[in-house]
């Protein structure tokens, strides 16, 4: 799906908790929520402090230059 | 469209994100209340993706998925949907100035499903065309 919509010309950064499927996908841009759990791939309910850390980490990999087919570990410490 | 396993398609972006219009799309299963849930019987699988409007209330959505609970556990978006649609805190970025908007509409699927070639030949497809007619500027993917 990423790669589709990115064939189109239309940037994408991908969250992902699944570092081996994403990974057989190659994908243009991703984070990995490092021992985040399914279910809150952006943090835990209401808790919006680290949700919004986790979208400025998704989002800046749109605007920095990369190397496609990654997926950077990020640590995020209040979760 | 067949896309090469090799060749890693991919934009450069040449705005700042205090400028980009942001959608979101997701395979995590949500949907509108009074949206149709997505079909968690595995025998029948569902290959179908759900119109979300950018000006949703984040207390009308919900989640349905068929992936068993000890790997997703969809009582935490159902408490905050934000958990894996960040809907609200995209608004707060725009007004914190540092987003420059949320797209009209955001487009959800639900993983899991098996229905891998209706979903590669059909489904992605059609979300791919609603995605370039949205106008957004990029696309944030999340999963559950």
């Known amino acids: ?79 | 469209m067949e896309l090469s396993r090799k060749a890693i398609p991919y934009t450069p972006v040449d705005k700042p994100l205090h400028e980009m219009t942001i959608m979101i799309v997701s395979t995590s299963g949500v949907h509108l209340k009074d949206q149709e849930a997505y079909n968690t019987d595995p025998a029948e699988g569902d290959a179908t993706f759900r119109i979300i409007p950018g000006d949703v209330d984040s207390k009308d959505l919900t989640v349905t998925h068929a992936a068993p609970k000890d790997h997703y556990n969809t009582d935490y978006p159902k408490e905050d949907i934000n958990c894996v649609f960040p809907i609200d805190r995209l608004r707060e970025m725009v007004d914190d100035g540092d987003l420059g908007g949320v797209a009209e509409k955001h487009l959800t699927m639900m993983g899991y499903s098996m229905r891998l070639n209706k979903i590669n030949k059909e489904t992605i497809p059609a979300l791919v065309k609603e995605v370039v007619r949205s106008k957004a500027d990029a696309v944030l993917l999340t999963a559950g």
């Not at chain 1, 189109?8 to 994908?27: A, F, K």
């Not at chain 1, 990995?32 to 850390?53: A, C, I, R, W, Y």
Request: no cysteine; aromatic share 6%; charged share 20%.
């Open chain 1, 1 to 79: 799906m990423q790669r589709g919509i990115e064939a189109q010309g239309i940037p994408t950064s991908l969250i992902t908790l699944d570092v081996e499927q994403s990974s057989l996908m190659r994908p243009p841009r991703a984070i990995h929520p490092v021992g985040f759990e399914f279910g809150h791939s952006l943090g835990k309910p209401n808790d919006k402090n680290t949700q919004m850390k986790v979208l400025y980490a998704a989002l800046a990999e749109l605007v920095e230059r990369q190397e496609p087919g990654n997926i950077h570990e990020s640590h995020f410490p209040t979760y």
